[in-house]
């Protein structure tokens, strides 16, 4: 999953997803079996997941691949947006303004995502009852 995958891309990737469930690193470290200083690493840029980590972190956040790839769709065009290229003069407004105008796009996201995380959950829930 994580193969071909852009650095930064996966970097955004792991903060959103960590954020989904509301985790910090430490409890995204117990609940997919990786190392908490491999997921401060891979937040901070200084180190990209391999392809099995990024898989331990995925699974451990229960956020199906559709959801996945649509959410790799929005950090890319985020991306693209904020390129010389794609921008090329000042960016209008500040870093808060800047993060507000994609907002909803990635809210979007965040609810599906969160939606199905409430969904496996209150399924595991009603199969324990």
Known sequence: MADGKDPADLRVAIIFLRAVRGWDQGE????????????????????????KTFEQIVAAVGVP?????????????????????????????????IAA?????????????????FEQASNRKKAVE
């Open 28 to 51: 995204l470290a117990a609940a997919s079996g990786v190392s908490a200083s491999t997921i401060s690493r891979c937040e901070s840029g200084e180190a990209a997941p391999s392809a």
């Open 65 to 97: 691949a559709s959801t996945l790839e649509r959410l790799f769709a929005v950090i890319r065009s985020a991306r693209a947006a904020m390129s010389h290229a794609a921008w090329p003069e000042e960016p209008a407004g500040d870093v808060d303004a």
């Open 101 to 117: 105008s994609a907002g909803d796009r990635f809210f979007d996201i965040a609810r599906a995502a969160a939606s199905l995380v």
